[in-house]
Structures are given as structure tokens and as C-alpha cells.
């Protein structure tokens, strides 16, 4: 074979592994406890506030993101450990092909899982924060 022929053929491969990589994780079972995040779509605490329910009702969420979203993701992850509500258990990286629809060419994406895990003191501090919230509430009607 020629060096273009096995060039061209190589790049051909590469693009059905892709796409056997995109159909995959469309297809695959969507996570219960999997949060995918967007940058245009919600404000940051919309996550925060979702990450502190999922993690009410399972011991653990998955915060997941593609390119720009990945500092969104990070930002979620960074405040509920600095508040004490979770621990970091796993962080995965990798990059996806998604299809371009204007141009029709396969784009490459930074990718981002963390995976973060109740707290042991998890259930104390929310419940001490609605405590202090109705206290609040309370002082204003009194007021």
C-alpha cells in the first residue's frame, strides 16, 4: 500500500472508533445519580442546590461536562467539599468526538466525571443550614 492509501485508511478507523464512541454513550443507561452540566443552561448554585439533593437520596453523584462546562463542574465539586458536604472519590478525564452540525466534521471535547461522596457529617449540616434559614425567616416576620 501506498503512504497516502494507509494514511487515509488509518483516519477512516479512527473516525468509526469515534462514532462506535459517540452511539455508546448515547445509548448507554442514563445514571441516576449523574448531573450533566451545561454553561448556558442553569445558573452555578442550580447545580449546587441539585448535587445537595441527589446526595440526599443516593450516598453519591456524578458531576459530568463537556469543554467550556468543565470549570462549571469543578466550581460545583470545589464548593460542596469546602462546605463539608462531600468527598472527592474519583475524578476521570477523557475527550469525545461529537459531530459538528454546521460543518459536518467531527469536533474533539475535553470531557470531565467527578464523582463525589456524602460526607460523614453530610446530614447534620444541611440540616443545621434549614435550621438557620427558618430562624431567619423568623426574625424577619417578628421584625
Known sequence: MEAATVVEAEKEREATEEAAEEVAEATAPAKKNRIQVSTNKKPLYFYVNLAKRYMQHNNEVELSALGMAIGTVVTVAEILKNNGLATEKKILTSTVGTRD???????????????????????SLLSTNKADRIKAVEQEIKA
Not at 452540525?101 to 446530614?123: C, D, H, P, Q
Open 101 to 123: 452540525e454546521a460543518k459536518g466534521r467531527l469536533v474533539r471535547k475535553a470531557k470531565i466525571e467527578i464523582l463525589l461522596g456524602k460526607s460523614e457529617n453530610f446530614n
